[in-house]
């Protein structure tokens, strides 16, 4: 894992976003993303300085295309992010899981989901 991966791992995982449990290093269909909350069908990459170049960009936006098929959604993050502005990238996925939980109201909330944030 990079740095930035240890960062964003160290806010995802024991259930500290409202009570939803995400995987680290999850194989979906033939490819591994890098978070993965199953309950959300929530991907959450983490691009370093390898996804740069337009061949890395191309492949990984294939591979998001074949994954959002399947119903995963994502959210895209640099390293730099991580290291530089964590507070937002909280904020994104906070975000990103209220819109998520707005749209599937069949969604069973785990136990710790503070139903406010919908308000």
Known sequence: MTFGEVLLW????N???WGFDFDRQR???NYIVDFYCK????AIEVDGMSHNHEEAFLKDELRQQKLE???VRFLRFSEAEMKNDMLNVIRA???KIVEIVK?????K??????LTVLD
């Open 15 to 17: 259930d500290m976003f």
């Open 93 to 95: 996925i906070e975000g």
């Open 69 to 71: 098929r399947l119903g």
């Open 27 to 29: 194989c979906i269909d």
């Open 10 to 13: 160290n806010e995802l995982k």
């Open 103 to 107: 749209q599937d109201k069949t969604m």
């Open 39 to 42: 309950e959300l069908l929530l």
């Open 109 to 114: 909330l785990p136990k710790d989901f503070d």
